[in-house]
DNA sequence: GATCTGATCGAAGGGATCGTTG
DNA sequence: TCCAACGATCCCTTCGATCAGA
């Protein structure tokens, strides 16, 4: 996401070009500049622009899909420390169950914090293959580890990290780094997870 | 000066169109969107120096009218409940029965103290959209939850948050709160809402 | 818990920037 | 010495709630 600045009368025209209700500024200049939307124009990148390697990696995302025999690991075992402690019950915010679908959906889009939309990528891979996130989770960087089934662990590797639990999973999150750096997890991750290439890329991008 | 977020490859598109060395988004975005520049503008504008609110308000309104397909919900539960409690028949001060009505009242505007129109804000669109409001009514801060159906629930997520109930409505809201924060409130309560941008502004602004 | 409002200032969170390491 | 990757300090923003002011 980029942030511009623009005046104050010319704001009040893009707003109030806004034809569906939420709309973000994004989606109301694309329109009113005829633009096609994010994805259309991804995927003509990929095929043009970046290599050849497009056909490939349908291919590959294909193959993904039949070996998806993974089995559901017992998360149970861990799920049984949850928020019973916490007072007013979390009110669980429905994700899209695949990561396309969140990083296509409005809601996901309009969030500005990144540290949010990264838990909440990492929460969707999750969901969508537990053993594959979970053997992914080994990634690290020179001193810090990057995932852990606890706070303390990767309080323990690294100062001031900022742990967080990623909703709905067993895991934690360093979280004490630059935007670039969250990317770089993402594609880390997704990459050791066997996801497509071109999807990781739209995936590291959202953030 | 307005700030907006763009999705990054729209950034990109946009700044690529720069014409002359230095231009800022605004130049860019008024060549793009064929506008005249901001003098011409202003001219048109010029009725109405002081608040330029006019012309978004006239906008804002088209919008809301076209978008107007929310199903009213059963207030009159909610109905059930009202003052007779309360000492001083408070007289029930009519308010107007949607929001951008209530926030050109003459009575309105004229009121000085904040919360005081921050309730009637609350209020008028609780009656306007009853569902959305308590979809949205789960926007919190980083300790204190910001609604509630009960009083004690509200005091229970922090220190004197000072509870209010909002007239003719099931809700109570805290009050400890300084105006900017009454301000981003009625903002994000409305966002989520899906009231479109323009509206959201104007709204916020009035308080 | 009882005066009420809300600005001010302190606390916490986010993440860019800059220092460190290999 | 320089470069790339990584770490985490520290600045800026956002949020909370005390307390000044009426």
Redesign the interface.
């Known amino acids: 996401?980029?942030?511009?600045?623009?005046?104050?009368?010319?704001?009040?025209?893009?707003?109030?070009q806004?034809q569906d209700?939420?709309?973000?500024?994004?989606d109301i200049?694309?329109r009113?500049?005829a633009?096609p939307t994010?994805h259309a124009?991804?995927n003509k990148n990929a095929v043009s622009v970046e290599d050849s390697s497009s056909l490939l990696e349908r291919a590959t995302e294909q193959n993904r899909v039949e070996s998806q025999v993974v089995v559901s690991s017992p998360s149970s075992v861990i799920e049984t420390n949850p928020a019973v402690v916490v007072?007013?019950a979390p009110?669980v915010t429905n994700l899209p169950a695949s990561i396309d679908k969140l990083i296509k959906d409005k809601e996901f889009?309009n969030i500005?914090v990144s540290v949010t939309k990264f838990i909440q990528i990492l929460s969707v891979l999750y969901a969508e293959h537990p053993t594959e996130f979970q053997a992914a989770t080994e990634i690290k960087g020179r001193k810090r580890i990057y995932f852990a089934k606890s706070e303390k662990a990767l309080l323990s590797a690294g100062s001031t990290t900022k742990p967080r639990k990623i909703e709905h999973t067993p895991f934690w999150v360093i979280t004490n780094t630059n935007t670039g750096r969250k990317r770089n997890m993402i594609t880390q991750l997704m990459a050791e997870m066997g996801y497509p290439h071109s999807l990781i890329d739209a995936v590291s991008?959202s953030i």
């Open positions: 996401m980029k942030t511009i600045e623009l005046e104050d009368d010319l704001y009040r025209y893009i707003a109030s806004t209700i939420g709309e973000s500024a994004s200049l694309r009113l500049l633009l994010e124009t991804a007072d007013l009110i889009k500005s991008q």
